[in-house]
């Protein structure tokens, strides 16, 4: 028995990460959705996260935690720097502005010395645990319950119902945008110095227009209901592939058609609490 | 009493006969190749080259009787893919030997993971530099750029009595990109001045805002790092743009593809080798005749080094005796692949031993001889 | 040389146009954010080498018929995919996902039908001639394209704006609650312009694999970021932005690489978006509209 745990292990594990980071990033777009901003600069940030830790590794021999840590640092400074001017924009504007960063970003990394170019930073130590991303993950979902109830939630709330009445309320709208933003650049950038140290490699094509979009649809696939449904949707289109890896050829095919059938059948993604109730009752009646 | 003795004799043979055919196990290889997606171009050629190598080992009795088998995977040239498909031949399918993956970023990603799991990797379209430099467990019969291109250059430069050159490459694909940082050494080395250096993206059709810059300048050559594809459209375009002068091309270049879509505009490009489809040895006719049989299409330079590479790792395997445990068994194929010499579709091949870096030991790279085409009425030929 | 890479932007331009085109009519009729566009495109081009190399047909025939096998292609992802999702009032941006799965869908199945391998028209099938006019050149290929495109795109202005259709068609654009108060089939006007935008898009998609005749499954996936931008740039959901839009791309790239450093031109079409949504997010021609995530 032990020997199949072991051997799924070796199999898997690297699965397992994966899934944990895409969850992270599930997170980080959640936390700008449930705000009401629609940012695609998730992946962007991500990049920025891993090669600053992947640096901080490589070339300053810093120790794992504290390269995390500049890899969340640095994107949440970005994050506030351009969060500024960039925020004023809503809806599908702010999202292409977001996405138009993300692109100039990886062409940014592709033509640094630093960055190593379209060539990337390889030999980065595997440093990355089980335990590092459970913590985190556990970290970060105590924290969204918190928030929930707290005054930052329910300003992120009513900023998302409608803007104009919540400053005419008195919140700081600017403020709380401009938080929900850093903080959600901050996690994709610690997800991406996790990703770094189990993938010994990054690239400037990782963290371009499709990982962006990609993030996207994971969270809206799983529900924007709660935080919840984010990580559920990352989690099963990470998985997916791997499932459907007997298809072969067609395997991208079938995922493409699971999507639209989702869309098109559970229009607030997988993870529909009002589905569920609904559900409930009728098993009950 | 004679029955007894002709049941037991027959009993013998019997019992020899299975024993033998017990014996006869099969050998498992893994392939991990981009199969889908935009790199799927490369991967295919290359598992078809795999496949291809593998049934004629087989006709032939397979090695040391033993069918070879081939458990193929797609790692979708994504890093994430590439590692997960490693982990699953490594620990799941229990393979002999990793070939692959396509791209030299997936090979970054994905080959630490066999040197730990002490599984020899073996790429054939890995060119970038380092790969080697990850561990005694990697192998690679892609000749690099670093022991062709000067070659090219200088019988470039003899040919077309070249005094300047404009450089353009792929900035955004490691394959490329190396190209161009060797070229850019080569030039330096022999003392070419450079007017300009542009580039392009993977995947661009459009290179005329380049080119028109380049004409500019009057090159008496274009040295140009990128795959057939843009090549081929580079060229064309230059030749529409009124650019008359050759091209001098990396491996990149070396494909049917280019001559399908640039035709007779590729007349007098140059480019470095191992191969070519019309290389004349005996080999190689054979390998493009069955090739193009059984695919409908001509192999390009990734099948061909993809077929050698089989070949090589069965001539590896005729030298051992395979134990049944799969970590010596492992180590034994390792152990024999250095000493390996053929004569494959790309000519002769031997191993050589990647420089040491500073305390790790390396891997294997390709010692081949390097020859230099030049195109001419629509293929490449022999450039004396 | 400026000359000439005025000419370069010009043919590179119109081809942006013409996808960007499609691309915006959907966004200002449907209000989706169409991200199978790219597929359509691609299913265009594969059309067009069909009919060329099984029935035989030259190309100045296959390219309409090709037209209007993308045209019914987007018909029927609107039928299918976009339909049950106007009826159920969906979170706005789901159509935008289904529409990725329709893109993932179709092209990784024309993938696993006709292969990875880059396919082309055979020989012969595309006009060779480049012709030198003073210090320009440009080829017989160029020329049809700039042409085409500018036919295909001032037809569309003048049905928009002088036939009956067109009224109805904008007035859908405006408002498609009070278009169907006025008596207007905002259903069919919807079947209408989805066929419209995805023919344009293929024909996008032909005269771009004429002109690198290189056909592959991915070719529509690049131009996307490059269709987003100039329809930001242009104005969302204007017609005439997008023309205007996708030749300002065409000569913002062109004239970076010219003039400055051809290693950050997949930068120009995003650095641009990004600033011109910071001065003027309404871009050229557009309105802005009021939405919420």
Same mark, same amino acid.
């Given at each position: 028995m032990t020997e199949t745990l072991q051997v799924f292990w070796a199999t898997y594990n690297t699965l397992v990460f994966t899934v944990g980071v895409h969850a992270m990033l599930a997170l980080s777009i959640f936390l700008t959705l449930s705000c009401g901003l629609l940012s695609l600069g998730n992946a962007a940030f991500m990049g920025i996260g891993a090669y600053t830790a992947a640096l901080a590794t490589?070339?300053? =021999?810093?120790p794992f935690g504290e390269a995390l840590a500049l890899g969340g640092l640095l994107p949440g400074l970005v994050a506030l720097v351009i969060g500024i001017p960039t925020l004023r924009l809503s809806g599908v504007y702010l999202a292409m502005a977001t996405l138009g960063f993300g692109e100039v970003v990886r062409v940014i990394f592709l033509n640094l010395e630093i960055t190593g170019g379209? $060539? =990337?930073?390889?030999?980065?130590? $595997?440093?990355?645990q089980l335990w590092h991303i459970l913590a985190i993950l556990a970290v970060l979902v105590y924290g969204f319950v918190r928030i929930r109830r707290s005054k930052i939630g329910r300003s992120f709330e009513a900023i998302k119902e409608d803007e104009t009445a919540a400053k005419a309320m008195g919140i700081n709208t600017t403020a709380y945008k401009l938080l929900a933003f850093v903080m959600g650049a901050i996690i994709a950038g610690v997800a991406g110095g996790l990703n770094a140290h189990f993938t010994f490699f990054v690239s400037p094509?990782?963290? %371009?227009f499709d990982p962006a979009v990609d993030i996207l649809t994971g969270a809206i696939f799983g529900g924007t %209901?709660?935080?919840?449904g984010p990580m559920i949707g990352s989690a099963i289109l990470a998985i997916l592939p791997e499932l459907l890896?007997?298809?072969?050829?067609f395997r991208l095919a079938v995922n493409g058609l699971i999507l639209i059938l989702v869309v098109i059948y559970l229009p607030n993604g997988i993870w529909d609490r009002k589905l569920f109730a609904r559900l409930r009752k009728k098993g009950a009646a | 009493m004679q029955r007894k003795i002709v049941g037991t004799l027959y009993g013998l043979v019997a019992a020899f006969l299975v024993a033998a055919t017990a014996q006869a196990a099969e050998v498992r290889l893994g392939v991990a190749e981009?199969?889908?997606?935009?790199v799927a171009k490369y991967g295919v050629p290359i598992k078809n080259g795999f496949t291809l190598a593998a049934e004629e080992v087989n006709a032939r009795g397979g090695v040391n009787g033993n069918k070879l088998v081939l458990v193929v995977e797609d790692e979708q040239a994504k890093k994430e893919e590439a590692i997960n498909v490693f982990k699953k031949l490594i620990y799941?399918?229990?393979?002999?030997a990793i070939f692959g993956p396509t791209l030299s970023n997936s090979a970054f990603a994905a080959n630490p993971i066999a040197n730990q799991a002490k599984v020899v990797v073996f790429g054939t379209s890995n060119t970038a530099n380092g790969i080697t430099d990850m561990g005694p467990w990697t192998f690679r019969n892609s000749i690099m750029e670093a022991d062709v291109l000067p070659v090219t250059v200088r019988e470039a430069v003899k040919k077309f009595g070249i005094k300047k050159v404009a450089v353009l490459y792929g900035n955004d694909d490691a394959f490329t990109k190396s190209g161009y940082d060797v070229f850019k050494l080569v030039l330096e080395a022999q003392k070419i001045p450079v007017t300009s250096t542009e580039t392009f993206a993977r995947?661009?059709?459009?290179f005329r805002a380049q080119l028109t810059k380049i004409k500019g300048q009057n090159p008496d050559a274009i040295i140009c790092s990128a795959l057939a594809e843009e090549a081929a459209n580079i060229i064309l375009q230059a030749r529409n743009l009124g650019i008359t002068v050759p091209f001098v091309g990396g491996n990149?270049?070396?494909?049917a593809k280019l001559f399908e879509i640039a035709k007779a505009a590729a007349d007098n490009t140059i480019m470095g080798g191992?191969?070519?489809?019309?290389?004349?040895?005996a080999r190689n006719k054979a390998f493009v005749a069955a090739y193009t049989k059984k695919y409908g299409a001509e192999p390009d330079q990734f099948a061909a080094q993809a077929y050698d590479a089989l070949y090589i790792v069965a001539e590896a395997l005729k030298a051992v005796k395979l134990t049944g445990n799969l970590e010596q068994d492992r180590k034994l194929l390792r152990d024999a692949l250095p000493a390996v010499k053929i004569e494959g579709a790309t000519g002769s091949f031997t191993f050589r031993k990647a420089p040491a870096k500073a305390g790790v030991d390396t891997g294997y790279d390709a010692r081949q001889d390097a020859h230099i085409f030049i195109a001419r009425g629509g293929k490449f030929v022999l450039m004396k | 040389m400026i000359a000439q890479q005025l000419v370069n932007a010009l043919t590179l331009g119109s081809v942006y146009a013409l996808f960007a085109l499609g691309f915006t009519l959907v966004f200002g009729v449907?209000?989706?954010? +169409?991200?199978s566009h790219g597929a359509v495109f691609m299913a265009g081009a594969y059309a067009a080498l069909l009919l060329v190399t099984?029935? +035989?047909? @030259?190309i100045w025939v296959a390219l309409p018929l090709a037209m209007l096998v993308s045209g019914a292609l987007g018909l029927l992802i609107d039928q299918v995919v976009l339909k049950p999702l106007r009826a159920r009032r969906?979170?706005?941006l789901m159509p935008m996902i289904a529409t990725i799965g329709v893109a993932t869908l179709i092209t990784n199945a024309i993938q696993g039908i006709f292969g990875a391998e880059t396919s082309r028209f055979p020989f @012969?099938?595309?006009?060779e001639e480049s012709f030198q006019i003073g210090a320009i050149r440009i080829t017989e290929l160029q020329i049809a394209i700039v042409i085409i495109s500018s036919l295909l795109m001032l037809l569309l202005v003048a049905i928009l704006k002088h036939t009956r259709l067109g009224k109805a068609v904008r007035a859908v654009a405006e408002n498609p609650q009070t278009s169907y108060l006025l008596g207007i089939n905002v259903e069919a006007v919807f079947c209408l312009v989805s066929f419209t935008a995805a023919a344009l898009g293929g024909g996008a998609g032909v005269l771009i694999g004429l002109s690198f005749n290189s056909i592959f499954p991915f070719m529509g996936q690049a131009l996307i970021p490059k269709g987003v931008a100039v329809i930001i740039l242009g104005g969302l959901g204007d017609v005439r932005g997008a023309m205007v839009g996708g030749l300002f791309l065409g000569v913002a790239e062109v004239m970076s690489v010219a003039y400055?450093?051809?290693?950050y031109r997949d930068a120009v079409a995003f650095g641009l978006l990004f600033l011109i949504l910071l001065?003027?997010?309404? @871009?050229?021609?557009g309105r802005v509209m009021e939405r919420k995530a």
């Open positions: 490589l070339r300053l =021999g810093l379209s $060539m =990337g930073l390889n030999g980065i130590p $595997m440093k990355t094509r990782e963290y %371009g %209901g709660s935080f919840v890896r007997f298809l072969q050829a | 981009a199969l889908t997606g935009a799941q399918d229990k393979v002999l995947g661009d059709v459009d990149g270049f070396n494909s191992p191969w070519a489809a019309e290389s004349n040895t | 449907l209000e989706v954010i +169409n991200l099984k029935a +035989n047909l @030259g969906a979170h706005h @012969g099938t595309i006009p400055l450093s051809s290693d001065v003027r997010p309404a @871009g050229l021609f």
